[in-house]
Nanobody, 125 residues
Framework: QVQVVESGGGLVQAGRSLRLSCAASGRTVSSYAMGWFRQAPGKERDFVAV????????FYADSVKGRFTISRDNAENTVYLQMNSLKPEDTAVYYC??????????????????WGQGTQVTVSS
């Protein structure tokens, strides 16, 4: 069984940075693609970023490209989301997820098997 736990959310001013962490347990998690999604109040859960099992490939939503960076440390079973130049529209609950489907860079929530509980990010103007 794989467990995923996010941390690092909080309240920040627009233009500042925040780094989210995602700790994943399970002996095979280092072979999974890992993604970040976010859900704002009253909206659907949206894809943010994904990284393949080795960390060699990444893919981002257009809305965060150039501002957010996803990375992973397989020795620590941890995935990070560095968020720079934050905007009020980035306010959402951020979820980390693991995909065991042998798909390199899944961007649809349906491809993910394990989800964390989420961490709130609030960006004030």
């Amino acid at each position: 069984q794989v467990q995923v736990v996010e941390s690092g959310g909080g309240l920040v001013q627009a233009g500042r940075s925040l780094r989210l962490s995602c700790a994943a347990s399970g002996r095979t998690v280092s072979s999974y693609a890992m993604g970040w999604f976010r859900q704002a109040p009253g909206k659907e859960r949206d894809f943010v970023a994904v990284i393949n099992w080795s960390g060699g490939s990444t893919f981002y939503a257009d809305s965060v490209k150039g501002r957010f960076t996803i990375s992973r440390d397989n020795a620590e079973n941890t995935v990070y989301l560095q968020m720079n130049s934050l905007k009020p529209e980035d306010t959402a609950v951020y979820y980390c997820a693991a995909s065991a489907r042998n798909r390199a860079l899944p961007s649809s929530a349906g491809w993910y098997d394990y989800w964390g509980q989420g961490t709130q990010v609030t960006v004030s103007s």
